[in-house]
């Protein structure tokens, strides 16, 4: 398919989440007819069983659709489809650096939300054209001239430029393809300068090793042709390029301006970096590409496989999963009770839940994971500063001089009349409300400060109840602030159990150790001995539960006669549970991890 470069056009749809930009692309998908009605579902994009499951979009997809123009001019629009959830933002960011125009979907009973903002910031920095659309103009509590004064006012978006459409029906998208190519500039780059591409995601195949998502600058490139990596000055061969359109369709050469795929036969994982540049090893570029900021993980936890066998399993898993999540950060961690593992870095709460998904069940690993935490600033008496997010870092109490937590500043854009909840739930929560203004009549966009690690457990959903699903939040971190930590151990039957230790903030460590060790009581099975679940703040024990023994009646055999032979054989009976409790050790199931992590009810 040769395409002229002026014929090009790249852009993403950019949401809040549920505002349809998946089912938006599902139209364009089947109006460019590259898929046939009968090989057609829904969410077609989201090729990740989880995705369809909890029908959001968590990895960028490409997708290449061919358009002709009412004067008979042939034009290729590579589409990217995005996530909208806070914690997939980095994939949002990939996606615009590879465009140069973007659609900002509104949903027309809900309005400007709080990731609409972001995003459209983040467009604004690449200087992308921003064309707004608003969707789901078929519902019945749809307020079309209310959400036009909204685009208006808060996206500073010009009010003749909006478009209307259902996604859901197909009203109006076909006008997204005229506006696309009349209003989107066509991609730059010199078709004759030494090659220039921008790797902007990857992901392992079986048989066919790595494929690499490109952008191209400038140059071309076709099989054949010996490229090198700039970022490590590996050298490969092509083997195959081509376009996505929704399965991989080889083409003889990409061109400056296109969005494709490579294949070289790179076996060496390590050797594909998110952001790295790639050129010609015979026509060499001396300057690489300014990558993508590199993401910082914000919440740590430690991933260990239930039966330590699999240890290089999990290794390799990882490996492959970086390739398709730029964003996971890992290094190896070991613990007394669970063995070899790896310490990981992740984006938010949901991208923990989503790496775990994607490692049980894309490479069939039982996992166990500790308790999230947050990176903590320790100060100590000599002076030295580190950094600690693994409670077993934890420094002895004696000589830290004082301990500071990472902040965030939260935007909440809610209905007014949700705001005393809202506050409510802030201060719960350690928060400090720092500003708020009416966006519209009836709409308030509320300012807080809140320590991360207070937004890590159940915030979101917490904040989606009081709001009735109204309430929309974004977040960004705003640097350390003093605070009061302890570390909170349990102990099972005596024993210390390093993977259920946190760091906690001294006020809140009393209420969660106890409902902790409610929760370990509910898991952990009987045993033919009592178990003691203790939480511990250093040596002071702040809650117990005790699981009880099963028990044989021993005196079932006793008819009548003296008391003292009943006695005898309790006794005895004692004798032997105490000696069974010093040698028995208790397995604690995975479930028992996971239900620390619980703090709600």
């Known amino acids: 398919?040769?395409?002229?470069?002026?014929?090009?056009?790249?852009?993403?749809?950019?949401?809040?989440?549920?505002?349809?930009?998946?089912?938006?692309?599902?139209?364009?998908?089947?109006?460019?007819?590259?898929?046939?009605?009968?090989?057609?579902?829904?969410?077609?994009?989201?090729?990740?069983?989880?995705?369809?499951?909890?029908?959001?979009?968590?990895?960028?997809?490409?997708?290449?659709?061919?358009?002709?123009?009412?004067?008979?001019?042939?034009?290729?629009?590579?589409?990217?489809?995005?996530?909208?959830?806070?914690?997939?933002?980095?994939?949002?960011?990939?996606?615009?650096?590879?465009?140069?125009?973007?659609?900002?979907?509104?949903?027309?009973?809900q309005g400007v939300e709080a990731q609409t903002l972001a995003n459209m910031y983040l467009a604004m920095e690449h200087d992308l054209e921003i064309i707004p659309v608003i969707n789901k103009i078929d519902l019945p509590s749809a307020e079309?001239?209310?959400?036009?004064?909204?685009?208006?006012?808060?996206?500073?978006?010009?009010?003749?430029?909006?478009?209307?459409?259902?996604?859901?029906n197909g009203t109006g998208v076909n006008d997204l393809f005229k506006s696309a190519v009349e209003n989107f500039p066509a991609p730059g780059g010199d078709l004759d300068a030494p090659f220039k591409a921008l790797i902007f995601d990857s992901h392992y195949d079986s048989y066919k090793g790595i494929l690499v998502h490109l952008r191209i600058f400038q140059g071309s490139l076709k099989p054949g042709d010996k490229i090198v990596f700039m970022s490590n000055n590996s050298?490969?061969?092509?083997?195959?390029?081509?376009?996505?359109?929704?399965?991989?369709?080889?083409?003889?050469?990409?061109?400056?301006?296109?969005?494709?795929?490579?294949?070289?036969?790179?076996?060496?994982?390590?050797?594909?970096?998110?952001?790295?540049?790639?050129?010609?090893?015979?026509?060499?570029?001396?300057?690489?590409?300014?990558?993508?900021?590199?993401?910082?993980?914000?919440?740590?936890?430690?991933?260990?496989p239930v039966s330590s066998d699999d240890y290089p399993e999990l290794s390799e898993a990882l490996e492959k999963l970086k390739l398709n999540d730029a964003s996971l950060v890992f290094e190896k961690d070991s613990s007394l009770a669970l063995g070899f593992g790896y310490r990981c870095g992740f984006l938010g709460l949901l991208h923990l839940e989503v790496v775990q998904e994607r490692l049980e069940r894309e490479y069939n690993l039982s996992l166990i994971l500790t308790s999230p935490s947050v990176q903590y600033k320790i100060i100590r008496k000599d002076g030295k500063t580190e950094i600690i997010d693994n409670p077993a870092l934890y420094p002895d109490p004696m000589e830290i001089e004082s301990t500071e937590e990472p902040y965030i500043k939260a935007a909440i854009i809610i209905p007014d009349k949700y705001m005393g909840a809202v506050m409510q739930l802030c201060m719960e929560h350690r928060g400090t409300s720092t500003n708020y203004q009416y966006l519209t009549n009836n709409r308030i966009e509320m300012k807080f400060d809140l320590p991360l690690a207070e937004v890590v457990y159940e915030f979101y959903d917490r904040l989606k109840s009081v709001t009735q699903g109204y309430g929309s939040f974004d977040y960004e971190i705003a640097g350390y602030h003093k605070t009061d930590l302890v570390k909170l151990d349990f102990l099972v039957n005596g024993e210390r159990v390093d993977a259920l230790s946190q760091l906690l903030y001294r006020d809140n460590a009393v209420d969660r150790g106890r409902k902790s060790c409610k929760r370990l009581k509910e898991e952990i099975p009987r045993q033919m001995f009592k178990i003691a679940i203790q939480g511990a703040i250093g040596g002071k024990i702040i809650s117990r539960e005790t699981v009880s023994a099963y028990r044989k009646d021993v005196t079932a055999k006793c008819y009548g006669g003296d008391i003292s032979r009943k006695r005898k054989l309790l006794e005895k009976q004692k004798k032997g549970k105490k000696r069974m409790k010093m040698v028995g050790s208790v397995e604690i199931p995975q479930s028992a991890f996971l239900s620390v992590l619980k703090s709600g009810d």
């Open 1 to 109: 398919m040769n395409i002229k470069q002026e014929n090009i056009r790249n852009f993403s749809i950019i949401a809040h989440i549920d505002h349809g930009k998946s089912t938006l692309s599902d139209r364009m998908i089947q109006i460019a007819g590259i898929v046939s009605d009968r090989d057609f579902k829904n969410q077609i994009l989201d090729t990740m069983d989880i995705e369809r499951e909890r029908g959001i979009t968590i990895k960028s997809q490409t997708v290449s659709l061919p358009y002709k123009a009412k004067d008979g001019q042939e034009y290729l629009l590579n589409l990217i489809d995005t996530p909208g959830h806070v914690d997939f933002s980095y994939e949002v960011s990939r996606a615009i650096a590879s465009c140069e125009g973007a659609f900002i979907l509104v949903d027309a009973s």
């Open 235 to 304: 050298e490969y061969k092509v083997e195959e390029v081509g376009l996505f359109q929704i399965k991989r369709n080889p083409v003889k050469s990409l061109q400056a301006g296109q969005v494709g795929y490579m294949i070289a036969g790179v076996k060496m994982i390590s050797d594909v970096r998110c952001g790295d540049t790639i050129t010609l090893a015979k026509n060499k570029n001396d300057k690489p590409m300014s990558g993508f900021k590199e993401p910082k993980p914000v919440v740590f936890s430690s991933i260990y």
């Open 144 to 168: 079309i001239d209310w959400v036009k004064q909204q685009i208006e006012k808060d996206l500073g978006l010009d009010k003749k430029s909006i478009l209307l459409v259902s996604a859901k």
